[in-house]
């Protein structure tokens, strides 16, 4: 989570908390925080450098495909052209790549609680080759 823009990461430890985005790990992890609590742990890691998941080359030939697929989907306009995120929008470069591709099987699915709706429609009717290969390039992006 390091890197994340501060406000993605407080509106998603307010999810957890709140239990409108589930997750086993972090149910726990947060319950009983406070909101100020949560904007000084959100700030703290957005503080913080990210760091590339994986030191695993790239296929060059699924780069060129996931560099057009995230043309296609325009992913950049949201989370800016070098996927660094902003605002509510994640970082998505340099992600796990298996969380990538989960992620949005999870938002094309209607699966992830607390989902974003344009995330939902963005990946409507997306390959799962398609996310496969467009994780496989954010999760290489530095």
């Given at each position: ?25 972090m ?26 998941a ?40 340099g ?11 999870a ?6 609680s ?11 009717g997306?390959?799962d ?9 954010l999760?290489?992006?530095?």
């Amino acid at each position: 989570i390091a890197g994340q823009p501060k406000l993605f990461l407080e509106n998603q430890l307010i999810l957890f908390r709140e239990g409108l985005r589930v997750s086993a790990p972090m149910q726990p992890a947060v319950q009983g925080l406070t909101d100020k609590e949560i904007v000084r742990l959100a700030d703290h890691y957005a503080r913080q450098p990210a760091r590339p998941a994986t030191t695993e080359a790239a296929d060059p030939a699924q780069v060129k495909r996931g560099i057009a697929i995230a043309r296609t989907l325009h992913c950049g306009s949201c989370h800016l052209p070098d996927f660094r995120g902003r605002e509510q929008m994640p970082r998505l470069a340099g992600q796990r790549e298996e969380y990538l591709v989960e992620s949005m099987l999870a938002y094309r699915d209607n699966r992830r609680s607390g989902g974003d709706t344009i995330m939902a429609a963005t990946l409507y009717g997306v390959s799962d080759e398609d996310i496969k290969t467009l994780a496989h390039y954010l999760a290489r992006l530095r």
